[in-house]
T-cell receptor
Framework: NAGVMQNPRHLVRRRGQEARLRCSPM?????VYWYRQLPEEGLKFMVY????????ESGMPKERFSAEFPKEGPSILRIQQVVRGDSAAYFC???????????FGPGTRLTVL | TQLLEQSPQFLSIQEGENLTVYCNSS?????LQWYRQEPGEGPVLLVT?????EVKKLKRLTFQFGDARKDSSLHITAAQPGDTGLYLC???????????FGKGTRLSVIA
């Protein structure tokens, strides 16, 4: 079974550009979580989605950030007008409805110049 | 507010020594998970503990969940250089809810 897939693995953007991060959950998983990790910090929850629904977005900044998990295709975390403070590693995790253990992808490392 | 406190934050030991990493909270969790993360990679699940007082063993690693489900520990026996990495504990308040992570313990095992 393929694990959680994320792409791109590395993304470089200039200030003001848009960043799109993609996450394909494990086969059979319908729950997706996005976390952000700053250097020397633990992972911080951003948003929790199920197919076509945002369940909890309490950890996501109100402005410039959005997330979706369409019926078909990967989950997308979108950051508009990026700033240097958005530079971080962004991880996606997925779980199934039956077992709530979360499995993580390899992450996307975003660098804003 | 850091809901899960991990200690120590850094640990450097010689090969063959034993060590214990602690994960403490004032909150109750329905389950607690331990992950290990290598540089440039995502966290890899080591174990999930769900029952108060539960002890799970994974080769040289022993995981314990506190009776009140507020704390956990990871004990490594006879550490090896391959154990080097960042160890993260993460608590879940109830099923299919976001994880709350500790800041991690960065372990270095010197040959």
């Amino acid at each position: 079974n393929a694990g959680v897939m994320q792409n791109p693995r590395h993304l470089v953007r200039r200030r003001g550009q848009e960043a799109r991060l993609r996450c394909s959950p494990m086969k059979g998983h319908s729950h997706v979580y996005w976390y952000r990790q700053l250097p020397e910090e633990g992972l911080k929850f951003m948003v929790y989605l199920q197919k076509e629904n945002i369940i909890d977005e309490s950890g996501m900044p109100k402005e410039r950030f959005s997330a979706e998990f369409p019926k078909e295709g990967p989950s997308i975390l979108r950051i508009q007008q990026v700033v240097r403070g958005d530079s971080a590693a962004y991880f996606c995790a997925s779980s199934s409805a039956q077992t709530d253990t979360q499995y993580f992808g390899p992450g996307t490392r975003l660098t804003v110049l | 507010t850091q809901l899960l406190e991990q200690s120590p934050q850094f640990l450097s030991i010689q090969e063959g020594e034993n060590l214990t990493v602690y994960c403490n909270s004032s909150s109750v969790f329905s389950s607690l998970q331990w992950y290990r993360q290598e540089p440039g990679e995502g966290p890899v699940l080591l174990v999930t503990v769900v029952t108060g007082g539960e002890v799970k063993k994974l080769k040289r690693l022993t995981f314990q969940f506190g009776d009140a489900r507020k704390d956990s520990s990871l004990h490594i026996t006879a550490a090896q250089p391959g154990d080097t990495g960042l160890y993260l504990c993460a608590g879940e308040r109830s099923g299919n809810t976001p994880l709350v992570f500790g800041k991690g313990t960065r372990l270095s095992v010197i040959a």
